[in-house]
């Protein structure tokens, strides 16, 4: 159910990441149906005033990611290619049908809290101006609106902000690398100006002007084949140095 406070507004909505605008978007008339994963993205409009913000709410299925583009086709929409890779979608289905791993898939899924990014699909893809098409850009002009949520399967309180999101990092950013990592930027022309949020519990700072979304940069599986995959190295030798008394960066781990 979606509502606006301001009588005689409406309410447009979308489910292809896009930000609804007065124009485009469907226009809301009762409670939308969530039979499977999907996305909503709404706003509310009204002639004389200004439009609201874009709210955003993800709804995740496990059984439906198991099986979302099981041959590794692009769903539609999505690019078959970018920079020198080649692009797998979807979930190995050798995996999900094994008779050893299927049991597994849910808890596992379940076990990482999921950080959830939307955004349009041309600001990541486009051959121009798109920032995973082009990830050696850097600044300001390469910076993209988009909404990060949190969920946790835990039923704790996560978030959900609109940010700027960015390419982070050196070896990230090489077009050979299928998997680039990112940033996140919070700033007032996206809603807020801050992300107030304990994303490291008690001991670690709950006010962020950015995060990084960190990825396999060197030593990584998914690049190069590397068999020194850091994996889990990095951030241990983190929480090692943090338990011994010294500064460090914490971290955790995610779905995204």
């Given at each position: 159910?979606?509502?606006?406070?301001?009588?005689?507004?409406?309410?447009?909505?979308?489910?292809?990441?896009?930000?609804?605008?007065?124009?485009?978007?469907?226009?809301?008339?009762?409670?939308?149906?969530?039979?499977?994963?999907?996305?909503?993205?709404?706003?509310?409009?009204?002639?004389?005033?200004?439009?609201?913000?874009?709210?955003?709410?993800?709804?995740?299925?496990?059984?439906?990611?198991?099986?979302?583009?099981?041959?590794?086709?692009?769903?539609?929409?999505?690019?078959?290619?970018?920079?020198?890779?080649?692009?797998?979608?979807?979930?190995?289905?050798?995996?999900?049908?094994?008779?050893?791993y299927?049991?597994?898939?849910?808890?596992?899924?379940?076990?990482?809290?999921?950080?959830?990014?939307?955004?349009?699909?041309?600001?990541?893809?486009?051959?121009f101006?798109?920032?995973?098409?082009?990830p050696?850009?850097?600044?300001?002009?390469?910076?993209?609106?988009?909404?990060?949520?949190?969920?946790?399967?835990?039923?704790?309180?996560?978030?959900?902000?609109?940010?700027?999101?960015?390419?982070?990092?050196?070896?990230?950013?090489?077009?050979?690398?299928?998997?680039?990592?990112?940033?996140?930027?919070?700033?007032?022309e996206?809603?807020?100006?801050?992300?107030?949020?304990?994303?490291?519990?008690?001991?670690?700072?709950?006010?962020?002007?950015?995060?990084?979304?960190?990825?396999?940069?060197?030593?990584?599986?998914?690049?190069?084949?590397?068999?020194?995959?850091?994996?889990?190295?990095d951030q241990?030798?983190?929480?090692?140095?943090?338990?011994l008394?010294?500064?460090?960066?914490?971290?955790?781990?995610?779905?995204?």
């Open positions: 159910v979606i509502t606006c406070a301001t009588e005689g507004a409406t309410i447009r909505y979308t489910t292809n990441g896009a930000p609804p605008t007065v124009s485009s978007g469907l226009i809301y008339a009762g409670p939308i149906p969530i039979a499977g994963t999907k996305v909503i993205r709404a706003a509310a409009f009204k002639t004389g005033f200004q439009a609201s913000g874009v709210d955003t709410q993800t709804y995740l299925f496990p059984a439906d990611i198991f099986k979302q583009s099981p041959t590794g086709q692009a769903p539609p929409g999505w690019p078959t290619s970018w920079g020198n890779n080649v692009v797998n979608y979807g979930m190995d289905p050798d995996v999900v049908n094994s008779a050893t299927k049991n597994e898939l849910d808890p596992a899924l379940k076990s990482l809290p999921s950080f959830v990014l939307v955004t349009d699909l041309k600001n990541l893809f486009d051959p101006t798109g920032i995973y098409a082009n050696g850009n850097d600044g300001r002009d390469w910076e993209r609106p988009a909404s990060i949520e949190l969920i946790n399967p835990n039923g704790l309180d996560g978030f959900q902000v609109n940010c700027g999101v960015r390419i982070r990092g050196g070896f990230s950013r090489s077009t050979d690398n299928p998997k680039h990592a990112l940033r996140l930027f919070f700033r007032e996206y809603g807020v100006p801050k992300l107030r949020y304990p994303l490291f519990g008690d001991e670690g700072a709950d006010t962020f002007d950015n995060i990084d979304l960190r990825t396999f940069q060197n030593y990584s599986w998914s690049f190069q084949g590397d068999g020194r995959g850091v994996f889990f190295r241990f030798s983190r929480d090692t140095q943090l338990e008394g010294h500064q460090a960066e914490r971290g955790n781990f995610y779905h995204l």
